[in-house]
Protein backbone atom coordinates (compact mmCIF):
# COMPACT_ATOMS: atom_id res chain seq x y z
CA UNK A 1 0.00 0.00 0.00
CA UNK A 2 0.90 3.58 0.76
CA UNK A 3 3.37 3.08 3.43
CA UNK A 4 6.19 1.78 1.38
CA UNK A 5 8.01 2.28 -1.39
CA UNK A 6 4.58 4.36 -3.18
CA UNK A 7 3.43 0.62 -4.15
CA UNK A 8 -0.43 1.37 -5.03
CA UNK A 9 -3.50 -0.71 -4.30
CA UNK A 10 -4.50 -2.44 -7.30
CA UNK A 11 -6.51 -5.01 -5.62
CA UNK A 12 -9.56 -4.68 -3.31
CA UNK A 13 -12.70 -6.24 -1.60
CA UNK A 14 -15.55 -5.79 0.75
CA UNK A 15 -16.69 -8.23 2.92
CA UNK A 16 -19.09 -8.00 6.36
CA UNK A 17 -17.21 -6.30 9.32
CA UNK A 18 -15.31 -8.18 11.75
CA UNK A 19 -16.77 -5.41 14.29
CA UNK A 20 -18.56 -1.93 14.41
CA UNK A 21 -15.73 0.04 13.99
CA UNK A 22 -14.43 -2.21 10.35
CA UNK A 23 -15.02 -0.75 7.14
CA UNK A 24 -14.92 -3.94 5.91
CA UNK A 25 -12.23 -2.84 3.00
CA UNK A 26 -9.47 -5.54 2.54
CA UNK A 27 -6.83 -3.89 0.31
CA UNK A 28 -3.73 -5.01 -1.87
CA UNK A 29 -0.90 -3.76 -4.08
CA UNK A 30 -1.96 -7.27 -5.46
CA UNK A 31 1.59 -8.88 -5.76
CA UNK A 32 1.61 -10.30 -1.77
CA UNK A 33 1.67 -13.93 -1.30
CA UNK A 34 -0.53 -16.35 0.90
CA UNK A 35 2.20 -15.88 3.86
CA UNK A 36 2.53 -12.36 3.37
CA UNK A 37 -1.59 -11.56 3.66
CA UNK A 38 -2.38 -13.56 6.64
CA UNK A 39 0.15 -12.67 8.43
CA UNK A 40 -1.46 -10.42 11.29
CA UNK A 41 1.76 -8.17 11.53
CA UNK A 42 1.11 -7.06 7.91
CA UNK A 43 -2.31 -5.42 8.49
CA UNK A 44 -2.93 -1.69 9.46
CA UNK A 45 -6.23 0.16 9.89
CA UNK A 46 -5.98 3.06 7.94
CA UNK A 47 -8.46 6.11 7.43
CA UNK A 48 -9.89 6.29 3.83
CA UNK A 49 -9.68 9.92 3.84
CA UNK A 50 -6.00 9.26 3.80
CA UNK A 51 -5.81 6.64 0.91
CA UNK A 52 -8.18 9.49 -1.09
CA UNK A 53 -5.49 11.66 -0.60
CA UNK A 54 -3.11 9.05 -1.91
CA UNK A 55 -5.52 8.08 -4.73
CA UNK A 56 -8.48 9.50 -5.50
CA UNK A 57 -9.25 6.63 -7.77
CA UNK A 58 -10.28 4.40 -5.26
CA UNK A 59 -13.58 6.23 -4.23
CA UNK A 60 -15.21 4.91 -7.47
CA UNK A 61 -14.55 1.00 -6.18
CA UNK A 62 -15.40 2.23 -2.46
CA UNK A 63 -18.62 3.53 -3.45
CA UNK A 64 -20.00 -0.24 -3.24
CA UNK A 65 -21.40 -2.47 -1.43
CA UNK A 66 -20.07 -6.04 0.74
CA UNK A 67 -19.04 -8.99 -1.04
CA UNK A 68 -17.72 -7.54 -4.13
CA UNK A 69 -13.98 -7.02 -5.34
CA UNK A 70 -12.31 -4.94 -7.85
CA UNK A 71 -8.74 -4.91 -9.54
CA UNK A 72 -7.02 -2.71 -11.83
CA UNK A 73 -3.38 -3.21 -13.55
CA UNK A 74 -2.17 0.37 -12.10
CA UNK A 75 -3.28 3.88 -11.01
CA UNK A 76 -3.88 5.21 -14.13
CA UNK A 77 -6.38 2.54 -15.45
CA UNK A 78 -9.66 1.75 -14.54
CA UNK A 79 -10.95 -0.29 -12.03
CA UNK A 80 -12.79 -3.68 -13.08
CA UNK A 81 -15.40 -5.81 -10.86
CA UNK A 82 -14.21 -9.59 -10.38
CA UNK A 83 -17.75 -10.77 -11.25
CA UNK A 84 -16.91 -14.92 -9.69
CA UNK A 85 -14.89 -13.36 -6.71
CA UNK A 86 -16.38 -14.89 -3.62
CA UNK A 87 -15.88 -13.63 -0.01
CA UNK A 88 -13.30 -15.82 1.38
CA UNK A 89 -11.44 -16.86 -1.63
Do not use: H
Not at 22 to 47: H, L
Amino acid sequence: MYFENNVIINFLYREEPDNKDDSCWRMFTGSEDDDYANDPQNIKMVKVGYLLDKDPGLLEPLKNGYNAAYERDNEKTKWKKIEDWMPGE
